[in-house]
């Protein structure tokens, strides 16, 4: 679907219409990106971050399909294999840090992608679709970010494994059964990193074909917008292509300029020093952290240290899993009929002094040793996340009176919409 | 005169800011283009060999036990070499070919080092489609003229490993050598 | 509905995360946990060495280098291990070719008799990586009270300012405070052991490696101080560590540069397209 004042597809010339008529594709990419696809002409360069994150996964695929042709999946040589492709493969020591920061550049790109989602509501009806697509994704962002780094079979790379898959044993019964089955063995050893090389590979394209849904629910009601009203009328929409098309190339060049500086500059200031060290199964790590984008959940799982009717353990696995979960619910937890946070007083107080925060405490104490005060301030913090979606959020949607809404998106750019006083007027004589 | 100046100046400012932003917009795209193009040089060039790879290209041998009508297989670049200590039958026997009735015409001597034209270093890899060609070891077939035969589709080469009859349209290839010492020889 | 299960799924949550902190709480005041003479005797790397490398246009110091490389030759290879840098690799330090012959041919590296098969060895070719000194972990951790020599490769990447961390612990064996008895009167350096503050766990088995002015000759002149030896080998470390470390960082360069300028055109591009949509509704 469309709006009807989408610009039509016309073939200029022979070869574009013969395509046209055998295999559409190039009808496909203009109304998808291009100027057939009208789009509120007030996005923010917060929009910019949905594209980013497509950009960043592509990015990801074509290094991380080169780094595979001198990788080498078995336990005795993998670490070798790595080092192989930062000394002596070329430019192998570019790729292989193109690959490891444009992980946390994903990362970073998708939280603020979350984020601008939960200040404009962008999971509200009708986008509800686009939003659940949107959580899967994460999801398996996270899976295959956790397996891809278990591949440089360093210290991080083995006790992450070993940590994350013993989440699963706190499962009742079947958990420690459960944890042998997916290590393939007792502990993490050449079964376990050959299939998560194999997933590893496999998955980015189960993503590529979520996000392919992605944007295709996102272009059944179209892109929201910072104001949170629908789009009513031409005048509040351009097109994708060159409007977006430009934005977006501007975006993606400082988004480049950010993270080549990481690459040739900082390549390992995101990651973590004991993964330079070889697996060794008799020694543990003194502090062992995964990376940085999994510290909030992280900080969840480790904030339950009191076995409450059910062991400590198993409550934290279930918050740290219900942690992600609950954003599967937010369109129905959040009725407020007012969508951007720019119109609710309090739901942007909450936003701003409540979650935000929140998040940032998450972060920190996530990367932090297992040691007071840390823990105590992460309890803090994992009871205000819960209390931030699961109560405030459906409370505040009931007793907040939002700040009155612009007529339209073109009022709201222009200050004034001729339709505002023409359509009223028109419907009165009705 | 200066009205008119003004009004050509306006005329030629509104071209130009036209033109100025077409500029702009095609620099751009064209900048884009740039940089997709330069991103291609690490992903091609990863396929090239490894330093590793290359270090590995040079292979030195010791031929002082190698008598008289005896091979020696080496490696070299993961890749067969056959020595071959000539006899001087297999010597005359080459000398006596027509060179210019053959396929890749070359004697004996320009295939061999000076002061050590009885030293035959060849490539055993068959310039057909890459087989190994048989006849370097003791008891092989070594096809009708006495030197290599190659089993996959044919070829035969003489005993200055020059092609003679098959498929194939080279002579069996004579890899860059020195001898270092009367005895030794270094490849590559 | 699912607000009202959500929300005591919230507040669930939100009990037992609090009940979990009070019981914390309660401990931590009760029972409150002590410090450790390694969370108060632990020192961070010294940071007063410049290196010729560090910043954004660093390049390699080769004298310096190559004076590391001899460092841990004649001294750190008896027990450790360099076991990603072959000989080849040195070329990158200004060696010549003949030279790395020379030294490879030095050292004799696992092989097998021709003739019979048997294990043998034979004189390193350039190709090859650095021999280690024991056979395998076993003899390593037999050779030296149960504890293993760790692998250089990659020691100057493996911990926080690598660089930093090498030369200071070079430099960093001392007599133990006398505060730290007072302190902590338990702690006692076992059998073997040696009191050094930039270990994490302040004793370590290494006993101190360089502690004589001119145990190695340098042949460039510089006086071999144990300061001086324990820059070259750290600054020789963080080349094994990363030997493309230079050549990043002069990529980088033309890289944000054309990235600052395509940045820079697709911002004067995006207002004027934008510019075309303002002109419209005029």
Request: hydrophobic share 45%.
């Amino acid at each position: 679907m469309s709006f009807p004042w989408a610009k039509n597809y016309e073939p200029v010339n022979p070869v574009m219409k013969f395509m046209d008529e055998k295999l559409p594709l190039p009808r496909l990419v203009y109304n998808a990106v291009g100027a057939g696809y009208p789009v509120p002409r007030n996005l923010s360069y917060w929009w910019n971050f949905g594209v980013l994150a497509g950009i960043c996964l592509v990015l990801q695929i074509v290094t991380g399909v080169v780094l595979a042709m001198h990788y080498a999946a078995n336990s005795g040589i993998a670490f070798d294999s790595v080092e192989h492709i930062m000394r002596d493969v070329n430019w192998g020591w570019l790729l292989r840090y193109m690959h490891a920061n444009g992980a946390s550049f994903f990362f970073l790109v998708i939280y603020i992608h979350i984020f601008r989602g939960f200040f404009y509501s962008s999971y509200k009806a009708p986008r509800e679709m686009i939003w659940l697509l949107g959580v899967v994704i994460f999801l398996l962002t996270m899976a295959t970010a956790f397996m891809g780094y278990v591949l440089p079979w360093g210290q991080m790379s083995f006790w992450g494994a070993k940590v994350i898959t013993g989440l699963f044993s706190a499962i009742p019964l079947v958990g420690e059964p459960i944890q042998v089955w997916l290590l393939g063995g007792f502990a993490p050893d050449n079964a376990a990193l050959n299939r998560f090389f194999s997933l590893h590979f496999m998955l980015p394209f189960v993503i590529l074909g979520v996000v392919i849904l992605h944007i295709w629910a996102l272009h059944i009601p179209g892109s929201s917008n910072p104001t949170g009203v629908e789009v009513k009328q031409e005048s509040d929409t351009v097109p994708f292509h060159p409007y977006y098309t430009a934005k977006d190339g501007f975006g993606l060049g400082v988004f480049l300029l950010i993270y080549f500086m990481y690459v040739f500059f900082f390549p390992n200031a995101l990651g973590h020093p004991d993964n330079y060290i070889e697996a060794n199964p008799l020694s543990t790590p003194a502090h062992i952290v995964p990376e940085w984008y999994f510290y909030p959940f992280y900080a969840i799982l480790r904030a339950f240290t009191f076995d409450f009717i059910i062991p400590a353990k198993l409550w934290g696995v279930l918050a740290m899993f219900s942690a992600i979960l609950v954003w599967f619910f937010l369109p129905w937890l959040d009725k407020s009929p007012v969508r951007s946070g720019h119109y609710r007083p309090m739901f942007r107080k909450f936003f701003w002094f409540g979650l935000i925060p929140c998040m940032a405490v998450l972060f920190y104490c996530g990367g932090a040793p297992a040691e007071e005060p840390y823990v105590m301030i992460s309890q803090i913090a994992t009871a205000y996340y819960f209390l931030h979606f699961l109560v405030i959020l459906p409370i505040i949607s009931s007793v907040e009176r939002p700040e009155p809404l612009p007529f339209s998106i073109t009022e709201a750019v222009l200050g004034s919409d001729d339709s505002a006083v023409i359509e009223p007027a028109a419907k009165a004589a009705e | 005169m200066a009205s008119t100046g003004t009004a050509d100046a306006h005329e030629a400012a509104t071209e130009d800011g036209v033109r100025r932003r077409d500029f702009i917009e095609i620099a751009a795209v064209s900048a884009a283009g740039v940089g997709g193009l330069a991103a291609l040089i690490p992903l091609i060039s990863q396929m090239a060999p490894s330093a590793d790879v290359l270090a590995e290209s040079s292979t030195e041998l010791d031929i002082s036990t190698l008598e008289e009508g005896q091979s020696i297989k080496a490696v070299f670049r993961k890749q067969p070499v056959f020595v071959r200590h000539l006899t001087p039958a297999e010597i005359q026997a080459a000398n006596d070919v027509d060179v210019s009735s053959l396929r890749d015409p070359q004697t004996l001597e320009e295939r061999t080092e000076d002061g050590h034209h009885n030293i035959l270093v060849v490539m055993g890899v068959c310039t057909h489609l890459g087989c190994v060609p048989l006849g370097a070891a003791e008891g092989e077939n070594k096809g009708e003229y006495g030197g290599y035969f190659c089993p996959c589709h044919g070829s035969s080469y003489d005993t200055a490993a020059r092609i003679r009859k098959g498929p194939a349209p080279k002579n069996l290839e004579v890899p860059t050598y020195e001898f270092t010492t009367d005895t030794t020889i270094v490849i590559g | 509905m699912i607000r009202l299960v959500g929300i005591l799924v919230g507040l669930g949550f939100t009990f037992v995360v609090l009940l979990t902190f009070g019981v914390g709480a309660y401990t931590a005041a009760t029972d409150p946990a002590t410090e450790t003479a390694e969370n108060v005797f632990h020192l961070h790397p010294k940071e007063d060495v410049h290196y010729s490398f560090e910043g954004p246009v660093g390049h390699w110091d080769i004298a310096q280098l190559q004076r590391g490389y001899k460092v841990y030759s004649e001294v750190c290879s008896a027990c450790h291990s360099l076991k990603q840098v072959a000989f080849r690799d040195l070329a990158a330090l200004g060696y010549s070719e003949a030279q790395i012959k020379a030294e490879a041919a030095s050292k004799r590296v696992p092989g097998v008799d021709p003739n019979t098969g048997e294990a043998a060895s034979r004189p390193a070719l350039p190709t090859d990586y650095m021999p280690s000194p024991y056979p395998n972990a076993v003899a390593a951790s037999a050779a030296n009270g149960g504890k293993i020599p760790p692998d250089l490769s990659l020691m100057t990447k493996a911990r926080h300012e690598g660089t930093h961390y090498v030369y200071s612990l070079l430099t960093g064996f001392q007599e133990p405070p006398a505060a730290l008895a007072e302190e902590f009167p338990d702690f006692t350096i076992p059998n073997g052991g040696h009191y050094n503050p930039y270990f994490a766990s302040l004793v370590i088995g290494m006993a101190p490696p360089l502690t004589t002015e001119g145990q190695v000759t340098y042949d460039d002149g510089t006086v071999p101080t144990v300061d001086q030896m324990s820059q070259d080998v750290s600054a020789f470390l963080t080349w094994t560590a990363e030997p493309k470390l230079v050549k990043r960082k002069q990529t980088g360069w033309p890289v944000l540069g054309f990235l600052l300028f395509a940045t820079i055109l697709a911002w004067f591009a995006k207002k004027s397209v934008w510019a075309n949509a303002k002109r419209r509704e005029d």
